[in-house]
């Protein structure tokens, strides 16, 4: 096939959109496919015209556009297909404060959160905690995160996410080792561990440098424990409406399993989690690749 592989655009994720396109676009070549490499910051008002001369979109963006649905709506217009989800499920994701809504109604245990759409009154504090994890509402790979633990801090938390020009999450930061586990079609894949090397939390350093975290596949949990994982990863995926793949990130706290949030177009770098998961169920980086595409065909099938 001829497969057009999407990347860059201009999220503050970029650089490593671009860095997970080139593994993919070898692992593209030696399934047999050719691609073409686009750049949606380079020409985004010809994107469609460029997918439609193409076979099959792979996306490989961060942020948004990309986790937005925005490329996705764009390709379901064109009739274009393309591995992972489509547009509502990818901004139910990419917003934490739209999916932790369905997470509650669900009955998956997310931790407690205030959602700030704009500076607060001067003074204002959650009605629970410290310590507070702030995050941008829209944003991933942890940039912008701050884990506060004095009230004092809190402003200044604030105001960096909002010169971001994103809303503000205020979360519980519960304690526990953090887990993650990821779906491919309708099945959870080996769970990963993570523990950072340094800081108090896994940043945006500890995720894409090379040793910065141990990440242990399959994690080294209680069976039982990893099977309620899977279940409520598979769940978390199919409450959003998602297709294809995602990764959901868990805090195991001693109350249980906390879910955080779920990624639709996970990472794709020498360091990132999903291939590895994969690589734990017996696929090499080209074996997923290929079963994503696989999966993205199968989706567009139902769609005609």
Same mark, same amino acid.
């Given at each position: 096939m001829?497969?057009?592989?999407?990347a860059?655009?201009?999220?503050?994720?970029?650089?490593i959109?671009?860095?997970g396109?080139t593994?993919?676009?070898?692992a593209l070549i030696?399934?047999?496919?050719?691609?073409?490499?686009?750049?949606?910051?380079r020409d985004?008002?010809?994107f469609?015209?460029?997918?439609?001369?193409?076979?099959?979109?792979f996306?490989n963006?961060h942020?948004?556009?990309?986790?937005?649905g925005?490329?996705?709506a764009?390709?379901?217009a064109?009739?274009?297909?393309?591995?992972?989800s489509?547009?509502?499920?990818?901004f139910l994701?990419l917003?934490?404060v739209?999916?932790?809504q369905?997470?509650?109604?669900a009955?998956?245990?997310?931790?407690r959160?205030?959602f700030?759409?704009?500076?607060?009154?001067?003074?204002y504090?959650?009605?629970?905690?410290?310590?507070?994890?702030?995050?941008?509402?829209?944003g991933?790979?942890?940039l912008?995160m701050?884990l506060?633990r004095?009230p004092?801090?809190?402003p200044?938390?604030l105001d960096?996410v909002f010169?971001?020009?994103?809303?503000a999450?205020v979360?519980?930061a519960v304690?526990g080792?953090?887990?993650?586990?990821?779906?491919?079609?309708?099945?959870?894949?080996?769970?990963i561990?993570?523990?950072?090397?340094?800081g108090?939390?896994?940043?945006?350093?500890?995720k894409?440098q090379?040793g910065?975290?141990d990440e242990?596949c399959?994690?080294?949990?209680?069976?039982?424990?990893?099977?309620a994982?899977?279940?409520?990863? #598979?769940?978390?995926?199919r409450?959003? !409406?998602?297709?294809?793949? +995602?990764?959901?990130d868990c805090?195991h706290t @001693?109350? =249980? &399993?906390?879910l #955080?949030?779920?990624?639709t177009?996970? !990472?794709?770098?020498?360091? +990132?989690?999903?291939?590895?998961?994969?690589? @734990?169920? =017996? &696929?090499?980086?080209?074996?997923?690749?290929a079963?994503l595409?696989e999966?993205?065909?199968?989706?567009?099938?139902k769609?005609?």
């Amino acid at each position: 096939m001829n497969v057009l592989l999407v990347a860059g655009g201009w999220s503050g994720e970029r650089d490593i959109s671009l860095s997970g396109a080139t593994l993919i676009e070898q692992a593209l070549i030696e399934l047999g496919h050719t691609v073409t490499l686009y750049d949606l910051s380079r020409d985004f008002p010809g994107f469609v015209v460029a997918a439609k001369a193409h076979d099959f979109a792979f996306l490989n963006l961060h942020g948004a556009p990309g986790e937005d649905g925005l490329p996705q709506a764009l390709l379901d217009a064109a009739g274009v297909p393309y591995q992972g989800s489509g547009p509502a499920g990818s901004f139910l994701a990419l917003s934490k404060v739209a999916s932790k809504q369905l997470f509650r109604e669900a009955g998956l245990a997310t931790p407690r959160f205030d959602f700030l759409p704009g500076p607060p009154p001067s003074g204002y504090r959650p009605d629970f905690g410290p310590p507070w994890f702030v995050k941008p509402n829209l944003g991933g790979s942890s940039l912008l995160m701050t884990l506060v633990r004095d009230p004092a801090d809190l402003p200044a938390a604030l105001d960096q996410v909002f010169a971001s020009g994103d809303a503000a999450l205020v979360e519980e930061a519960v304690s526990g080792e953090e887990l993650t586990c990821a779906i491919l079609g309708d099945e959870p894949l080996p769970p990963i561990l993570i523990r950072p090397k340094a800081g108090e939390f896994f940043d945006f350093a500890s995720k894409y440098q090379l040793g910065a975290s141990d990440e242990i596949c399959p994690a080294p949990i209680d069976p039982g424990l990893s099977r309620a994982l899977g279940e409520m990863t #598979l769940a978390a995926h199919r409450v959003l !409406g998602l297709s294809g793949y +995602s990764r959901a990130d868990c805090i195991h706290t @001693a109350k =249980g &399993l906390a879910l #955080l949030e779920v990624n639709t177009l996970p !990472g794709m770098t020498p360091t +990132s989690l999903v291939p590895r998961s994969a690589r @734990a169920a =017996g &696929l090499s980086f080209a074996d997923l690749i290929a079963r994503l595409i696989e999966l993205g065909l199968a989706r567009q099938a139902k769609r005609l």
